[in-house]
């Protein structure tokens, strides 16, 4: 059915709605956070050094120099890089802290006057 071009994109969609339903079920099972980046983030063409932007990569490029720093990256690094930044700034935008481990956690201070 996946060579049926009427069908192939519906199929993969319906998997991968099924994958995200499984993962954010394991996620709530152990307690943890999935957190969901929105897929138009240009993860791989902005520097994780600078965030200066890259207005045009193809797909063939794996290794690129940031035009507005001169930091030199690998695509796939460069892009999980950015992707982790944007999980924890959706992670403390809904007031949860996120420890220097990696670990998340709700907020528990309380202000006090003194």
Known sequence: ?????K?????ADVAWGDLVRKMEYKAKWY???LV???QWYASSKTCSNCN???EN???DVRHWECSSCGAEHDRDVNAAINIKRQGILKLKAEGLSVS???GVRKSD???VAA
Do not use: F, Y
Request: aromatic share 4%; charged share 20%; proline share 4%.
């Open 109 to 111: 201070s309380v202000s």
């Open 100 to 102: 220097a481990c990696g």
């Open 52 to 54: 200066g932007k890259q």
């Open 7 to 11: 069908l192939a994109k519906h199929i």
């Open 31 to 33: 307690g943890k956070w």
């Open 36 to 38: 969901k980046i929105d």
């Open 57 to 59: 990569m193809t797909l």
């Open 1 to 5: 059915m996946i060579k049926n071009p």
